[in-house]
Structure formats: C-alpha cells, structure tokens
C-alpha cells in the first residue's frame, strides 16, 4: 500500500460487489453416436487425429497422464482430469505428480484400486503397447520431455515416445482444447460458443477438461467434474476430526518461477494483512498455515495477528497433513495458490461427508487469467492494487 493510500479514512461499505466474482461450472454439449461425441466441425487434419485419438484410447488398457511442471495448483488440476479417468472408465491410469502429492497415493487407491500416483513412470509401462499417453491441459512442460517423468534410458524413452506420437498413442490435449474451424466466424458452432461469448463466466479449465474427456470417449457430467476431488477421506475421517477453528487463513504462494525471497508476488503485502485481521473478533479461533515457500513472510503474518490480540495455531505438515487440519476450519482463506486448490479439494471431500466449510479466496487478476484459475462455484474476492480501502472490503468479505 502506498502511503497515500494509508492516510485514507477506512471505507468499510455493506456489500463490495464490484470485487466480489464467481465462475459457473460449464461443460460443452456434446453429441453423443455409437459411443462417440461430436463437438464441431474440424478442419479435416485434426478431424482425423480427433478420431485416431479416441480409437487408441479405447483399445488402451492403461493410461499415463503427464503432469506439467508451473506449480501446485496446475498439478491438482490436472490430478482431478486423471482420477476422473479413473473414475468413469475403470482403465490402469498412472497420474505422475509432483513429490508434494505423494501422500494422496494410499487413500486414493483405497477408493479407486486402478489409480496410481507416481513420481516417475515405470519405464514398462511406457513401453507397452497397450499403453496411452496424455499431457494434460497447462502447466507447462512437453510430452517429449520424457527423462522428467519417466524412469529408465532416456534415449529409449524418447524413441518409444517418438513411436507413440506418430501412432496418436501419446497426444498433446493442448492441441484438442481451441477450435480448429473452417467454417466461417458467424457459424461459430452453438457448443461451443460459451468460450466465445461467456468469457469470464465460467471456469475454462473446467470446461475444457470436460471436452477433452469426452472427446476420448467418456461421458462426463458436472456433477462429475464438481465431486472429483484428490482428497478422498470416508464419513468416518472427517467425523473423527473436530471442526474447531473459526477461521484458516493461507497467506503463502508460490510461482513458477519464484522470483521474490520474502513473499511471493502473488501475496498481500503484511501491511494489507494488519488492516485485515484488525477488523477481525479477537474471540474467533483463528489458525494460519506455515507455508514452505516463504516461512519468513508466513511468521510475519503471525506475528500481526498475534501483535492485534489474536490467539493463533500454527499449522504446518505435508500437504496430506494440512488436508485433514483444513477440515478443522469453519472458514478457509487463501490466495490464488495450489494450497487454496488444495482447500477446494478438502471441501468437496467434506462436502460429501455432511460436513460445510467456507472458502473465500483472494484472487489478484492482474497476476493470473480469473477464468482459468479461478475455483468454480465459489464467490472470490477478486482485485488489482492493494490499498487499505481493498483491505477493508476484504475484511468484509471474509466477515459476511
């Protein structure tokens, strides 16, 4: 905040509606003939690899989704394409994940056997014929960069790759997720259209996940996409966990690349924080994550807090750890961060176990597209500069 802004008279309205933002769960209409969807019309190329596509993933026995290499957040995303796969269409699928989401590995076999989550492919598995292979939507990385996520010689990975590429048995979703028309703009086919008039309405990533999984053939409803969730925890887990903290704030966030050392750019600044957790009852349980990325900036922010009147619990652990505690929460706060999708996943989880949690994200949309990254069905509080008046209509937003 600059100092200007610091000298302003606070400004606390009822309803900060021109920040307040909520993307729709949508999906593509599809056309569904003898167990194949159409879309649109192709130029005819990517209409040949479309068709290719779909017939060597049902032939496939086992799936390999690739994961990118931006951050967190991505890799949650598109965990939920590969559990989604696992899911609807009861496939071997392999999902290589970051280390970070290890830990999920047990709980989601007990509810789906034929799901792995690897930190690297079994070189076997790339090997055999039987086998597919799928890059998800974003993140960053290729296909083709085949020593990341698989073990073994890398030459021979490149070549079995190479193979697979050429047999459309190793496919770049990217190249399904964008029309490829020959017709005219004006004709712009009607299932597609709400990319092309809803642009802000809707989550992108969503919608685009749902094309590609039904354009391998799998049906895939909202319903599908809302409930997919790579926390898998039983009625029992949640119902042993009491739900006894106010609020959990994550103030931390990491980016790809990490190019701050105290915070990251997309943090608020501790100042905006100290406005915030002012206007907050020193008699709600209040819990903070201790993020790894910036453990400098996360004590900071206890430390505010602590200094105003709050009793704060530090929270920390492995990813799977912080799952179970956000459970705790009867409010979750966070960033645009991986550990907020994380929370977004925790809710579902708990959602389905009987049991509410509110989460109320910050989203600073001059760092990030709100339409990709946005988490869907769920009021943001989005912004673009950080002044105290933001900060009072943010302390707002968590209050109402």
């Known amino acids: 905040m600059n100092d200007k802004d610091t000298r302003e008279t606070p400004v606390v309205p009822e309803q900060p509606s021109e920040h307040l933002k909520q993307l729709d769960l949508l999906l593509p209409r599809m056309e569904w003939q003898q167990d194949r969807a159409t879309v649109y019309h192709l130029a005819p190329q990517k209409e040949a690899k479309y068709s290719q596509m779909a017939d060597k993933f049902a032939q ?66 790339l090997a055999d014929d039987q086998t597919m292979v799928l890059k998800f939507l974003g993140g960053g990385g290729n296909i083709r960069d085949v020593d990341r996520w698989c073990e073994g010689d ?20 990217e190249d399904f997720s964008t029309p490829d028309i020959t017709d005219p703009p004006r004709s712009f086919p009607e299932p597609f259209a709400p990319v092309q008039h809803q642009m802000g309405k809707f989550n992108t990533l969503s919608y685009t996940a749902g094309f ?61 924080w100290e406005v915030i957790l002012d206007q907050l009852p020193r008699d709600q349980k209040l819990g903070v994550v201790m993020g790894v990325s910036h453990p400098a ?77 946005g988490i869907t069905e769920t009021t943001s509080f989005t912004y673009t500069k950080e002044t105290r008046r933001v900060a009072n209509e943010m302390a707002q937003f968590i209050l109402n």
């Open 154 to 173: 890398p030459q021979a990975n490149r070549e079995i790759v190479k193979r697979k590429i050429k047999e459309n048995q190793a496919v770049e979703l």
């Open 212 to 272: 590609v999984t039904q354009s391998l053939g799998v049906p895939t409803t909202t319903e599908d996409i809302r409930d997919t969730s790579l926390v898998s925890l039983s009625k029992e887990e949640v119902d042993a966990v009491p739900q006894d903290l106010d609020l959990i704030i994550i103030p931390d966030a990491k980016e790809f690349p990490d190019e701050k050392n105290f915070q990251s750019y997309k943090a608020l600044d501790p100042r905006m």
């Open 297 to 373: 900036y996360c004590q900071a922010v206890i430390n505010i807090a602590e200094k105003l009147g709050h009793q704060v619990e530090v929270i920390g652990g492995n990813l799977e750890q912080l799952a179970r505690q956000l459970l705790r929460a009867k409010k979750v706060v966070g960033m645009d961060s991986g550990t907020t999708h994380l929370a977004k996943d925790v809710q579902t989880a708990a959602r389905k176990a009987g049991r509410a949690i509110d989460l109320k994200p910050f989203f600073n949309e001059e760092i990030s597209h709100f339409e990709q990254y």
């Open 60 to 125: 496939s026995s086992r799936v390999i989704v690739v994961m990118g290499v931006w951050g967190l957040g991505d890799s949650i995303i598109e965990a939920r394409f590969a559990i989604n796969l696992a899911r609807k269409t009861g496939k071997e699928v392999v999902c290589q994940v970051p280390p970070a989401l290890l830990p999920f590995a047990e709980s989601l076999q007990r509810e789906l056997p034929n799901l792995q989550l690897v930190d690297k492919v079994p070189q076997q598995f």
